[in-house]
């Protein structure tokens, strides 16, 4: 089962099992987001204004093998990334709110990668600017428990070196315009 599925059925899950009737957020109410791709805070400064800071955190690691089975290369990656949006809540209807959010993050990655076949080392590392603008729903499983879906489009803007060591340094510049996509639940308290 894909890490996308588990978490739907997980957020499906604790929404049934805290289903009551719901009432729209306090004014300063803050709380928790448990979510897909991003875990963050989503604090209600008015009645219709959220402001959600968000924070990203990856780790990976892969190698290869060649041949009869000679280890051929390994590959160590890291990100740390911060961003905020803001909710702008336009209508309500019974327990669910629609709303749009914009959105802008950054996040910093590096990737170091061996080849034990020629004994060479990479390193790059870079920074991904994103702006977004996503249109969402939030729907109020109780007064404490509320999930989101949003769908919108992303801008993002790469900046990233690669330096083979002992060699030169490259230097690369790219930029997409992409859908995104975001779940998650919201834990007030």
């Known amino acids: 089962m894909t890490?996308?599925?588990?978490?739907?059925?997980?957020?499906?899950f604790v929404g049934m099992a805290a289903a009551t009737p719901a009432f729209a957020q306090d004014k300063g109410q803050v709380g928790?987001?448990?979510?897909?791709?991003t875990v963050g805070v989503t604090w209600h400064v008015t009645e219709t204004v959220a402001v959600?800071?968000?924070f990203t955190l990856m780790f990976g690691s892969s190698s290869s093998t060649q041949g009869s089975g000679v280890e051929g290369s390994e590959q160590d990656t890291w990100g740390l990334?911060?961003?905020?949006?803001?909710?702008?809540?336009?209508?309500e209807w019974d327990s669910v709110r629609g709303y749009i959010a914009p959105?802008?993050?950054i996040v910093h990655s590096s990737t170091d990668s061996i080849s034990t076949t020629s004994d060479s080392r990479r390193e790059s590392?870079?920074?991904n600017?994103?702006?977004?603008a996503m249109a969402g729903v939030q729907y109020a499983l109780s007064s404490r428990l509320n999930v989101f879906g949003e769908?919108?489009?992303?801008?993002?803007?790469?900046h990233s070196g690669t330096e083979a060591i002992g060699s030169v340094i490259i230097e690369t510049d790219s930029w997409s315009i992409s859908p995104r996509s975001a779940i998650g639940l919201i834990v007030y308290f």
Do not use: H, I, M, T
């Not at 890490?3 to 499906?12: E, G, I, P, Q, T």
């Not at 928790?32 to 791709?37: E, Q, R």
């Not at 600017?129 to 977004?132: A, E, M, R, S, T």
């Open 3 to 12: 890490s996308k599925r588990a978490l739907v059925l997980l957020l499906l």
């Open 32 to 37: 928790v987001n448990l979510g897909f791709p």
């Open 52 to 54: 959600r800071p968000e």
């Open 81 to 91: 990334g911060f961003g905020v949006g803001a909710l702008f809540y336009l209508r």
């Open 103 to 105: 959105r802008f993050a």
């Open 125 to 127: 590392s870079g920074n």
């Open 129 to 132: 600017y994103d702006l977004g």
């Open 151 to 158: 769908l919108g489009l992303g801008y993002s803007n790469r």
